[in-house]
Antibody, heavy 119, light 108 residues
Framework: QLQLQESGSGLVKPSQTLSLTCAVS??????????WSWIRQPPGKGLEWIGY???????YYNPSLKSRVTISVDRSKNQLSLKLNSVTAADTAVYYC???????????WGQGTTVTVSS | EIVLTQSPGTLSLSPGERATLSCRAS???????LAWYQQRPGQAPRLLIY???SRFTGIPDRFSGSGSGTDFTLTISRLEPEDFAVYYC?????????FGQGTKVEIK
């Protein structure tokens, strides 16, 4: 059974770079059938799509974050990563990775990791 | 950007009652690319419905989805205690993908 586990820096200073990884187990990040997405949820608020990386390696980002975000895949480690630079307090959120396909939507989610931006 | 507006914001119901949740899009969404998620407190969202009306694996048949174009509905036929949660609709047919703001189903 596919499982996703996010990890990374829980506390980031303003203007620095947020770096997270999502370890994939029970399946391959290289699967041609699926792509991978990042989503975040500020405290007490709703869900915001950050972007996704297609199985071909193409990336698509939310225009509101596009200038600051990079999503990539490390096939040797079977994981995906998220980098968000120049963070502010508005980037404080729980960050989730999810498997995605056009057929099913986001069908497997990680448990999420909390990132706080504070000096 | 397609804006999804969910209503009501909060639904107060008793176990056993029927819940009807609405998701209205600012422009037409392909049925194929409309999904519903459930989020319980402290947990990650989980997929309930994809393709507007298809139940995901393991989802009880008391959950059903319907709609097309700009109006979509999630119905829970008889609320169980574990169904009290927040529900989000999402479209992924047009970039940027967007979520509704959520409907909280609470115990009356």
């Amino acid at each position: 059974q596919l499982q996703l586990q996010e990890s990374g820096s829980g506390l980031v200073k303003p203007s620095q770079t947020l770096s997270l990884t999502c370890a994939v187990s029970g399946g391959s990040v290289s699967s041609d059938d699926y792509s991978w997405s990042w989503i975040r949820q500020p405290p007490g608020k709703g869900l915001e799509w950050i972007g996704y990386i297609y199985h071909s390696g193409s990336t698509y980002y939310n225009p509101s974050l596009k200038s600051r975000v990079t999503i990539s895949v490390d096939r040797s480690k079977n994981q995906l990563s998220l980098k968000l630079n120049s963070v502010t307090a508005a980037d404080t959120a729980v960050y989730y990775c999810a498997r995605w396909s056009y057929d099913n939507g986001m069908d497997v989610w990680g448990q999420g990791t909390t990132v706080t931006v504070s000096s | 950007e397609i804006v999804l507006t969910q209503s009501p914001g909060t639904l107060s119901l008793s176990p056993g009652e029927r819940a009807t949740l609405s998701c209205r899009a600012s422009q037409s969404v392909s049925r194929s690319y409309l999904a519903w998620y459930q989020q319980r407190p402290g947990q990650a969202p989980r997929l309930l419905i994809y393709g507007a009306s298809s139940r995901f694996t393991g989802i009880p048949d008391r959950f059903s989805g319907s709609g097309s174009g700009t109006d979509f509905t999630l119905t829970i036929s008889r609320l169980e205690p574990e169904d009290f949660a927040v529900y989000y609709c999402q479209q992924f047919g047009s970039s940027p993908w967007t979520f509704g703001q959520g409907t909280k189903v609470e115990i009356k």
